[in-house]
């Protein structure tokens, strides 16, 4: 799907489950890994006048007409980090080379799209991009992993300024008069997340959107959604004043009819992308959607029964397919915004799709592991141990998106009117 049209009328301006618990069956690797923990990696950030640097070939080749970045290839590629934290602030969780994983042959992969070029990432570029506007990402957890890599990437050409906000968090990047924004909000309507110590089930209202982020959108410039994983959790759905079904509920006393959750899932998109068109009808303020795809996990195995991550490279194309849930929601999500488009079109919205699924698919070895708390060997092999295969490692694979990101930006800078 090609990103030709975005921001072609915006831009006045210029611009989970996260964790799992698993009982691994600990293999002879793992003493590898212990006995190799404390062997430092850290790669020298190289500055950015040469790190940053792309081709006029390669800029001309993604300045074409059409790009398919979902369809392509991870290929070795033994690059300088990105970053390495020390110009930004990683989640504990998911610093990796922090928290002494043995193995750094998983930042040593980039994806080469079939039918063009993607260029490393350029922070200035991102920048003047964005001048003047804010982004806003709306999701749960894996939004919050997409936007802390990208804060990171910007880091090395930018220091931001974090502002205390209700309800969100935001970096305000000055040099640019540009804010970067985070809103919690995992079904993307309005919905009660289950709690340890409360409910063990979501209450989500699949009609009512979220005022959490709805409220803050007219001071939004372009919004990416996201949503999956806390669909699959035990959840009461509700239209209006009514339950209209659960999910996986027979043991919560309830006697509602099990209907899945692909279809409130859907629900919940469509009705988050609706009161979007609707807000523009209502007061002429345009913005732009983009909605990012669902990113798979990988527990090799039931996660409740020893299912890990410990894959140390990356799958080939031919080795796993993208199919069942991984395939399902992606498709949901597809269709909902090609749906959506035409009535946006007809009022000045542009909607365009962020298509990371396959690419992240491949790429069992990124996420944090083990290694999501420091050094979980370093005492011996425990009995039971916390594996993280739905977050990913920064840096890391998730640069990869906002490498893609970067360009569907670019693609559409010369439609675009610079204020003097």
């Given at each position: 799907m090609t990103s030709t049209s975005i921001f072609k009328e915006k831009l006045i301006k210029?611009?989970?489950p996260s964790i799992f618990y698993a009982i691994p069956p600990i293999s002879l690797i793992c003493l590898y890994f212990?006995?190799?923990?404390?062997?430092?990696?850290?790669?020298?950030?190289t500055h950015q006048s040469s790190l940053y640097a792309?081709?006029?070939?390669?800029?001309?080749?993604?300045?074409?007409?059409?790009?398919?970045?979902?369809?392509?290839?991870?290929?070795?590629?033994?690059?300088?980090?990105?970053?390495?934290?020390?110009?930004?602030?990683?989640?504990?969780?998911?610093?990796?080379?922090?928290?002494?994983?043995?193995?750094?042959s998983y930042l040593d992969w980039r994806w080469k799209p079939s039918e063009c070029n993607l260029p490393i990432f350029?922070?200035?570029?991102?920048?003047?991009?964005?001048?003047?506007?804010?982004?806003?990402?709306?999701?749960?957890?894996?939004?919050?992993?997409?936007?802390?890599?990208?804060?990171?990437?910007?880091?090395?050409?930018?220091?931001?300024?974090?502002?205390?906000?209700?309800?969100?968090?935001?970096?305000?990047?000055?040099?640019?008069?540009?804010?970067?924004?985070?809103?919690?909000?995992?079904?993307?309507?309005?919905?009660?997340?289950?709690?340890?110590?409360?409910?063990?089930?979501?209450?989500?209202?699949?009609?009512?959107v979220n005022e959490r982020w709805f409220r803050d959108?007219?001071?939004?410039?372009?919004?990416?959604?996201?949503?999956?994983?806390?669909?699959?959790?035990?959840?009461?759905?509700?239209?209006?004043?009514?339950?209209?079904?659960?999910?996986?509920?027979?043991g919560l006393k309830f006697n509602y009819t099990d209907i899945g959750f692909y279809g409130p899932l859907r629900k919940a998109l469509r009705t988050s992308i609706n009161s979007i068109i609707e807000r523009k009808?209502?007061?002429?303020?345009?913005?732009?959607?983009?909605?990012?795809?669902?990113?798979?996990?990988?527990?090799?195995?039931?996660?409740d029964k020893g299912g890990t991550c410990s894959k140390s490279e990356p799958y080939r194309n031919q080795e796993r397919k993208l199919e069942g849930v991984d395939a399902d929601i992606r498709s949901i999500q597809i269709e909902e915004l090609e749906n959506a488009k035409p009535k946006a079109k007809q009022f000045g919205l542009n909607l365009e799709l962020l298509d990371i699924t396959k690419l992240t698919l491949l790429r069992s070895d990124g996420h944090a592991g083990a290694y999501m708390n420091p050094f979980p060997f370093a005492n011996?092999?425990?009995?039971?141990?916390?594996?993280?295969?739905?977050?990913?490692c920064l840096p890391g694979v998730v640069d990869t998106w906002n490498e893609i990101f970067l360009e569907m930006i670019n693609k559409g800078k010369d439609h675009l009117k610079v204020e003097k």
């Open positions: 210029i611009f989970a212990y006995f190799h923990s404390f062997a430092p990696f850290f790669t020298p950030i792309s081709t006029p070939k390669e800029r001309e080749k993604i300045n074409g007409n059409t790009c398919d970045y979902s369809n392509g290839t991870w290929i070795h590629d033994n690059r300088s980090l990105l970053y390495d934290g020390t110009t930004c602030k990683i989640k504990k969780s998911q610093n990796c080379i922090l928290n002494g994983r043995p193995n750094s350029e922070p200035n570029t991102f920048l003047k991009l964005i001048n003047n506007m804010h982004i806003a990402f709306v999701g749960d957890s894996l939004a919050r992993n997409q936007i802390e890599s990208l804060i990171c990437l910007l880091s090395t050409s930018s220091k931001p300024k974090r502002v205390h906000h209700p309800g969100s968090r935001k970096w305000y990047f000055a040099s640019h008069n540009a804010t970067l924004s985070f809103y919690w909000s995992p079904f993307l309507v309005k919905g009660d997340q289950r709690k340890p110590k409360g409910p063990n089930y979501n209450t989500i209202y699949l009609d009512h959108i007219d001071q939004m410039d372009l919004i990416v959604l996201s949503l999956g994983h806390w669909f699959m959790f035990p959840s009461i759905y509700y239209e209006g004043d009514f339950v209209i079904g659960c999910l996986n509920c027979h009808i209502s007061n002429g303020n345009g913005i732009d959607v983009i909605v990012r795809t669902f990113s798979p996990s990988h527990f090799e195995g039931e996660w011996g092999i425990p009995k039971y141990i916390q594996n993280d295969c739905v977050h990913w």
